[in-house]
């Protein structure tokens, strides 16, 4: 059995007597109306590139009220071809002896070389030497590497546009394409370094190979790392709140802050899809006026990455009309029955033009002005 969170009673004592915001927390009917994102597995025959997404095209729909629902779209197929026992690329990584998936899965030297891998600068490490690559959220292309190099296969993502974090890993392949006349043939130890433009750990590292004919693709030494970077958006001022996400109370005249969320489920983790949606909400909003009073506008979002047992939902992107600091990431997630929601690389960020005029009723001043342009915040 798993250990259950009882999430909403932690946020009570921390918001102590404010109101609770369930509003906030997921909202599981646009998680469940949303197209799934399309999960990648790597297959054998997937020559070396980078994915190139249509931006322009995610951001049309980041910024489209409400969301378009739209389909995921499927890779081609080629036209299946009978290219059994003909040649595939060579990896340059060494083949333990015996040649078998087991002494692969035994061998040393894979074990070392991701323990005693350095963490790259400007990124974190979330997961290490497992046996597993990742399914995850923005698939964004890989390369192979000459060496178990993590320093190369990060400057290799940082030259991603689209790329958030990378998992390396040595991979056994048969070195000719299996065929019922070359059912097992000899391996050759390809290094991987994958590109992902969303949230890679353990919890997703869960592509542990695949059986060819009677060749059996295994993997080791898959370590996973992130980028370690507050992403500039002009306009607004970030902050990383880690993994978890924003539950605002009311504020101190009793209004509800939080304006409503988006999900993104067809590219590639971007904290701009988010801003676009909120300066495009303020936009929609000006041109609506409510019949009464102003309309609530976004001065501030909150956006990360969703997972439900570490399977990629997609980017979270919440709207709120006033500031709320760090001091108020408590969701780190849900439950729903067995499942369990995670809320992992999340950022918020502020509007630059914002200026809070809250009044709080027995404040001193008259107006509080709080300017919150505030230094950017360092990712620890
Ligand atoms: C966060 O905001 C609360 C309420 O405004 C304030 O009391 C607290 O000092 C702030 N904390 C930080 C870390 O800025």
Redesign the pocket.
């Known amino acids: 059995m798993k250990s259950r969170t009882i999430v909403v009673n932690t946020l009570v004592s921390l918001v102590g007597a404010s109101p609770l915001q369930p509003r906030q927390l997921l909202d599981f009917d646009l998680l469940d109306s949303a197209p799934k994102p399309a999960v990648h597995t790597i297959s054998i025959g997937e020559q070396p590139h980078t994915v190139v997404y249509d931006l322009p095209a995610a951001t049309q729909a980041a910024v489209a009220d409400p969301l378009p629902v739209e389909a995921v779209t499927k890779r081609g197929l080629k036209a299946r071809t009978d290219d059994s026992c003909t040649s595939l690329a060579a990896g340059a990584g060494p083949v333990p002896n015996p040649d078998t998936a087991d002494t692969f899965l035994a061998y040393d030297a894979f074990s070392t070389a991701a323990n005693s891998a350095p963490v790259p600068s400007g990124y974190y490490q979330t997961f290490g030497n497992l046996q597993a690559s990742n399914n995850a959220y923005g698939y964004s292309g890989y390369s192979t590497l000459e060496s178990y190099d993590t320093q190369e296969c990060a400057r290799r993502c940082n030259n991603v546009d689209s790329c958030s974090g990378f998992n390396i890993y040595f991979e056994r392949d048969p070195s000719i394409v299996p065929g019922a006349s070359c059912p097992d043939p000899l391996s050759t130890t390809v290094i991987k370094c994958v590109y992902w433009g969303g949230y890679i750990s353990t919890d997703n590292a869960n592509n542990f190979g695949q059986w060819r004919e009677q060749f059996h693709v295994v993997i080791a030494g898959s370590n996973g790392y992130m980028k370690n970077e507050l992403y500039t958006i002009p306009g607004f001022t970030g902050e990383s709140l880690g993994d978890a996400s924003i539950n605002a109370p009311l504020n101190c005249l009793g209004q509800d802050t939080y304006m409503g969320a988006k999900i993104f489920t067809t590219s590639f983790f971007d904290v701009g899809l988010c801003a676009a949606a909120c300066t495009s909400q303020n936009e929609y909003n000006i041109a609506h006026p409510p019949s009464t009073g102003s309309p609530k506008l976004c001065n501030f979002f909150v956006t990360y990455l969703s997972e439900v047992n570490g399977s990629p939902e997609g980017q979270y992107c919440a709207m709120y009309t006033q500031y709320?600091?760090?001091?108020?990431a408590t969701n780190d997630g849900q439950w729903r029955g067995e499942d369990h929601y995670t809320n992992n690389y999340v950022f918020s960020y502020t509007s630059t033009s914002y200026v809070d005029t809250t009044v709080c009723p027995g404040s001193n001043s008259t107006i509080i002005k709080r300017s919150l342009l505030r230094s950017a915040a360092s990712v620890e």
């Open positions: 709320w600091n760090s001091s108020y």
